[in-house]
């Protein structure tokens, strides 16, 4: 299997575990979005909070040149250790929720 290929399904692993995780709060639900492309991957948080609305993403991940581009990771303890931990090295991802400046302190790809 090609790299590409096998970076796509670690993602489609990984994402997936968390978009089947419930809420213990609220209407609230998780929904996976993956595009046609299957070279970005969204996963959202959707439904009520009391009398709010709820509407946002919760991770963005995009390959981008052979790498992992992660665009916004809004869960607790992050998502790139389980990538990691999945076969992904870390020159492969980038931080890309940092300033271009600071991506060479994280230990990760530039870009």
Not at 37 to 62: A, F, K, M, P
């Amino acid at each position: 299997m090609d790299t590409l290929n096998k970076y796509r399904e670690i993602i489609i692993q990984v994402l997936s575990e968390y978009a089947q995780l419930p809420y213990s709060y609220g209407d609230l639900e998780r929904r996976f979005v993956i595009s046609e492309d299957h070279n970005s991957y969204l996963l959202l948080t959707l439904g009520w909070q009391q009398d709010q609305r709820v509407h946002g993403c919760l991770i963005h991940i995009e390959i981008k040149n052979n790498k992992i581009w992660i665009q916004r990771d809004g869960t607790e303890d992050g998502i790139t250790d389980e990538l990691v931990a999945a076969g992904i090295p870390k020159k492969d991802i980038v931080l890309a929720f940092h300033p271009p400046e600071v991506r060479q302190f994280t230990n990760f790809a530039v870009s």
